[in-house]
């Protein structure tokens, strides 16, 4: 099973439409959540973190449950420049007990006119 | 947000030679640069952690003597992927973590394509 999974899509919405990407992580002592969004052929950028009550950021709505190891990213009225590919980021440690992030395969989105 | 900068943007580079790419933190002290590959249609896939004036820990199935890490000061990493071969082609990206950095934030460099002919 892999750490952290993503469904990949894509996901082809009209535009204003509301669009939500999931995904699930297999280390439960991980304890840090993120949301990046990378365009095609550029790097990752950070999105939104994620909070274990919830949290918002204009039309983005970012979801946590612990207890079944979900993280969920809603995007309401969706517009043209939402394409993109959603990475869904969780903390971990590695060999030298330092952290690093763990990626998920990412999400792609297309919104159409 | 910080700034991150990584040099070349882009290279071809014939097999058997040595590249290496620069990452730099612009605007702030990065105890810590992480480098990425990304092979197109995968996910980044973490290569090595360093920290500054240490060695860096590779993760299990990175060859250390193939992918050189040097971390000499705060603001810049290089990579010197040696020998390289065709399947090395790839999307190198480093991540730049500075002091009292929230919640780990990273912050990325614009990457690095790499291909090797």
């Known amino acids: 099973r892999k750490e952290v999974e993503q469904d990949p899509g894509p996901f082809n919405v009209p535009e204003g439409a509301t669009v939500a990407f999931n995904c699930t992580y297999s280390?439960?002592?991980?304890?840090?959540f993120f949301w990046y969004r990378q365009d095609c052929r550029k790097e990752p950028k950070l999105l939104m973190s994620?909070?274990?009550?919830?949290n918002e950021d204009g039309r983005f709505t970012a979801q946590l449950n612990r207890a079944s190891q979900y993280i969920s990213l809603l995007i309401r009225d969706s517009k043209l420049s939402d394409s993109a590919t959603y990475l869904c980021?969780?903390?971990?440690?590695?060999?030298?007990?330092?952290?690093?992030?763990?990626w998920g395969l990412g999400t792609s989105l297309a919104v159409n006119p | 947000g910080a700034v991150v900068s990584q040099h070349p943007s882009w290279v071809i580079c014939k097999s058997g030679t040595s590249v290496k790419i620069e990452c730099r933190s612009l605007?702030?002290?990065?105890?810590?640069m992480f480098w990425y590959r990304q092979f197109p249609k995968q996910s980044l896939m973490l290569m090595a952690t360093?920290?500054?004036?240490?060695?860096?820990?590779?993760e299990q199935g990175v060859e250390k003597d193939k992918f050189l890490i040097n971390h000499a000061s705060l603001t810049l990493s290089t990579l010197t992927v040696t020998s390289a071969h065709p399947e090395d082609s790839s999307f190198y990206i480093c991540?730049?973590?500075?002091?009292?950095?929230?919640?780990?934030?990273?912050?990325f460099g614009p990457g690095t394509r790499l291909t090797v002919t």
């Open positions: 360093s920290n500054e004036g240490s060695k860096a820990t590779y």
């Open positions: 605007d702030f002290q990065a105890t810590t």
């Open positions: 980021v969780v903390n971990s440690r590695n060999a030298g007990n330092n952290r690093k992030l763990i």
């Open positions: 280390n439960s002592a991980s304890q840090s």
């Open positions: 991540s730049a973590r500075g002091f009292r950095a929230m919640n780990y934030e990273q912050y």
């Open positions: 994620v909070y274990s009550s919830g």
